[in-house]
């Protein structure tokens, strides 16, 4: 026989309502090896009803003459074929020969059609329902193109094809290539089953192109009412009353509609409901060990590549994080270009001051600043004639911090011409004409230059409340970075601590590059001040005491930094510090404190 006419039997007529009645019951029923794997088949039926067992006679009698098929098992549960015959049992987990993957698509293709090694597709053990979509559709795909070459007769079965091939809803890359099968792989060789419990939910064109279709027993009202468009009315009605293994065949190479009982499989039904009896697995038969290698080739050479990809993510994590951190410095860099910028022009402003001895210029162009900085000689030493001594207890870095600080101090002092003060030949600054700039009050009516009388509370408020010298430092504060005016608020807490320290504490990184910048511009504002040993203290008070020659008492000071510190403490606001400023009330007793025992450990830290 050849063939082209070689038969399988895989079921004998039944007795009952149905079928065209041409033969009797018990004859054998013979269906063309040739239309069964290049047709289009679909076999239905309720659970329980056998359609997986009759699934599983076609492929064990095509397997008996060595004809190969593919099997997309959903639920693995066509295993027990390898009881009798084997098979490649490819998947995702430890009960199959080989686990793979779409990678694995091309080799699984080669082995099926180039090799007759028939192949069973496990997709039940993959967790993410994408990836055994996936898997399928390249194994398609790959058949699909072979066989346009090839054109070997083929099977692909396919379970549960509603999941692929639904009626309703969104189509899949897997269903889509299912039915290009469907319509065009018969002229290859290529043929597709299809096995679903719900014929309602598959898709009607797929159903409707089958050349050949077994309805099991089928009770749904939606389920029947396929049966009767396709097959008639008066075969709804029977189909409800069928037995297990009982079917309509209807194929259309023989024009015919039978009822059939199915063969029992001769394999281990791993499909079958499990009962109280403990599970045996039978011996199954092994599949050659060089198609698994040739397989587990790949899969290490996709694990290698993962690999490789998995480092190189991380690499290039690395580099992400440097740039960020880059991009962050950068930032920081132009803070503190602005920064400087704004500390240039005060100096210069300062220098020019008619109050400071300048002649008044206004320095805010870059050739005047130059103009003005050709006058000084950098070659002349500073000499201890000049007010700057070495203390012997102190490295040359803290001289240079201390001398710096110190100069910037006077020059930020000066900075802040609000108060029309005067400065007398022996460097005391004039207090009181700051004081009564609005008066009437004639030169031979103010007391005695060295006699400080008593001011008033209007006075003192009139001081506060009008002072530019508040308003100027609080620019300054204002123009600091947010993490320099939170280190600023946690120096004002402490006596003394290392710049890090403070980075940290004001919720920053403790990069010590950053640390000390950012210190750098509370230092050279005068809101710090170094104490030695690479601490700083708070030296607000002190900057405030200096921009007033010592003329505060202790309530007035209080009050002066306590609205300064208004622009930078958490929970004020610079209403409520001129607010205070202006009343002469009280917000810290440290800085109240700045003027007796403190200063004098400030004084003696400086010393250290």
Not at 107 to 118: I, R
Not at 167 to 195: N, Q, S
Request: net charge negative.
């Amino acid at each position: 026989m050849t063939e082209d006419t070689e038969t399988i039997g895989v079921a004998t007529v039944s007795e009952g309502p149905g079928g065209d009645g041409s033969q009797e019951p018990g004859t054998e029923v013979e269906l063309p090896v040739v239309d069964i794997l290049t047709g289009r088949g679909f076999v239905t039926g309720k659970s329980g009803s056998g359609k997986s067992n009759t699934a599983s006679v076609m492929i064990e009698n095509l397997l008996s003459k060595n004809f190969p098929v593919l099997i997309v098992d959903t639920d693995g549960e066509y295993y027990g074929l390898k009881e009798q015959f084997e098979l490649l049992h490819a998947g995702a987990d430890e009960e199959c020969d080989i686990v793979v993957s779409p990678e694995h698509a091309e080799k699984l293709a080669h082995l099926a059609l180039e090799q007759n090694v028939p192949i069973i597709l496990d997709v039940s053990g993959y967790l993410e329902e994408d990836e055994a979509q996936e898997l399928l559709t390249e194994v398609a795909k790959k058949l699909f193109a072979k066989e346009k070459k090839l054109k070997k007769p083929f099977l692909m079965l396919v379970e549960e094809c509603h999941e692929y091939i639904p009626e309703g809803g969104g189509m899949t890359e897997a269903g889509k290539m299912l039915i290009k099968i469907g319509k065009r792989g018969r002229k290859h060789g290529l043929g597709i089953v299809g096995i679903s419990q719900r014929p309602a939910d598959v898709k009607k064109d797929f159903i409707t192109q089958c050349d050949w279709l077994v309805w099991h027993r089928l009770t749904w009202n939606n389920d029947t009412k396929v049966v009767g468009r396709i097959l008639g009315s008066e075969y709804a009605d029977a189909i409800e009353e069928m037995g297990d293994g009982e079917a309509f065949l209807v194929t259309d190479w023989s024009e015919s509609l039978r009822r059939v009982k199915f063969h029992k499989k001769r394999t281990f039904d791993a499909g079958a409901t499990p009962g109280l009896d403990d599970f045996q697995r039978p011996d199954l038969k092994s599949i050659d060990g060089d198609l698994v290698s040739e397989l587990q080739d790949i899969s290490d050479e996709k694990a290698r590549r993962e690999s490789e990809i998995a480092d190189l993510k991380q690499e290039l994590e690395k580099k992400e994080t440097k740039i960020r951190q880059l991009e962050a410095e950068l930032e920081e860099a132009r803070d503190l270009s602005q920064m400087a910028e704004q500390f240039t022009q005060a100096m210069f402003q300062t220098a020019e001051s008619p109050y400071r001895g300048g002649s008044g210029r206004n320095l805010s162009r870059p050739e005047e600043q130059q103009a003005a900085l050709d006058q000084y000689d950098p070659d002349v030493p500073v000499t201890e004639a000049d007010g700057q001594g070495t203390d012997s207890d102190s490295s040359p870095s803290d001289d240079a911090v201390d001398d710096e600080e110190v100069a910037v101090s006077e020059a930020a002092a000066g900075a802040y011409p609000g108060l029309d003060m005067d400065v007398g030949s022996d460097g005391e600054i004039d207090l009181e004409g700051a004081l009564d700039d609005d008066s009437d009050e004639s030169e031979d009516d103010r007391p005695e230059p060295d006699v400080a009388p008593e001011r008033t509370h209007e006075e003192t408020a009139v001081l506060n409340g009008r002072s530019d010298v508040i308003e100027r430092l609080r620019d300054v504060v204002r123009s600091l970075p947010p993490a320099a005016r939170r280190m600023l608020a946690f120096y004002r807490e402490i006596d003394a601590c290392d710049p890090v320290d403070a980075h940290v504490a004001a919720g920053e990184i403790g990069d010590k590059q950053l640390a000390y910048s950012r210190n750098g511009l509370l230092r050279r504002a005068g809101f710090v001040e170094h104490v030695g040993r690479g601490r700083y203290a708070y030296a607000l008070p002190k900057l405030v005491r200096e921009e007033f020659a010592d003329r505060l008492d202790d309530d007035e000071l209080r009050a002066v930094v306590t609205a300064v510190e208004a622009a930078f403490r958490p929970g004020d606001s610079d209403e409520t510090g001129e607010r205070d400023g202006a009343t002469g009330g009280t917000k810290s007793d440290r800085v109240g404190g700045s003027g007796g025992e403190d200063g004098e450990r400030d004084a003696e830290a400086a010393d250290d």
